[in-house]
């Protein structure tokens, strides 16, 4: 098991890449459909040796599913598994906070490029995760379709011909599908005008979240912004309406960062600088500093302020420097006083 989560770190994470469309502001895509079979009851409500049960049917099945790389499918037990390890899931988005919380029969598959996954025995018996970097919603949801197709020919989901897919939420009721986008988005957080753009798409039906989703904070200047409803709209049109919201954050976000440059050079360059040099030269660094500062650097390799830095290593130590990937890395697991060190340590290294 151990193995398969190094695995992991020998490649960059699937959202994670330089060149994909709308990559200085929109950081990922992903989506998720939430699917449960006909014939059992939602996870919650089964004991933990029919978990295990169904989840063992899933892994003799994920051989053939294409979608998730077949036989080249990297299957985790979390049952099986160390904390450390099942947070390192959580960290590259390919796991949830409550799958995790409940680890006893629960599965999770991840294709090795890590852009497509499926987590048995969460909430639902079924989780789909589709991811793409950059704002690719698109291709997030025609390879989320493509994965649902095949495990629909092998698993027949639970269907109501009014309501749509059933689900152990009843908000997933309908698609049963959460699209989301990754946004980076320094500039309305600088001029005070993140709250307002919040409570906008709030009023559109479309949420705005922290770092990881439902109920976590809000860190380095990261917020994903998913739909709120499932029931009354096709996929399709869940998908074109987000769209259609994000591509608005981007261009708000675009148009407060010239402003910026044009109106405040100095301060931007000064919160620039400042974030460069904290990350360069500290020897103790909490996560919440060091995600700020990289937010700052972030900003200034997308407006081409560096010469020698680019997004890619940005990237790498955005990742890095998670507290489970800091505690995977040192082989060991370190209290907070000695993450904040390796922490500041890794970006010495890495931003030099």
Known sequence: MEGKVEALF??????????????????????????????????????EDERREFAAEVAAAVPEIERLGGADALVFDPEHMGAIEREVLLERYLASREFNARPEGALLAVRPDERASLMVNEDDALRIQCLRPGFQLDEAWEEA??????????????????????????????????????????????????????????????????LYGEGSENLGNMYQVSNQSTLGESEKQIIDRLGAVVSQLVEREENTRKLLMERDQHGMLDVIGRSYGVLKHSHRLSSEEALKCLSGVRLG?????????????????????????????????????????CRAAFCREHLN
């Open 10 to 47: 020998r490649n960059p994470s699937g959202i994670l890449s330089s060149d994909a469309p709308g990559n200085d502001i929109a950081i990922s895509s992903r989506v998720r459909l939430a699917r449960n079979p006909a014939d059992r009851m939602f996870p919650l409500r089964e004991s």
């Open 145 to 210: 379709s493509a994965l649902d197709d095949e495990l629909g020919s092998v698993f027949k989901y639970a269907f109501d011909e009014k309501l749509g897919f059933l689900t152990a939420d009843p908000t997933n009721v309908g698609t049963g599908m959460r699209a989301s986008v990754m946004l980076h988005l320094p500039g309305l957080v600088l001029t005070n005008q993140i709250a307002s753009a919040v409570a906008a798409v709030g009023k559109l039906n479309i949420a705005v979240r922290g």
């Open 301 to 341: 390799v997308d407006m081409r302020l560096f010469k020698s830095l680019d997004v890619d290593r940005v990237n790498t130590v955005f990742m890095a420097i998670s507290p489970a990937h800091l505690q995977k890395r040192a082989g060991r697991e370190l209290d907070q006083s000695e993450r904040d060190v």
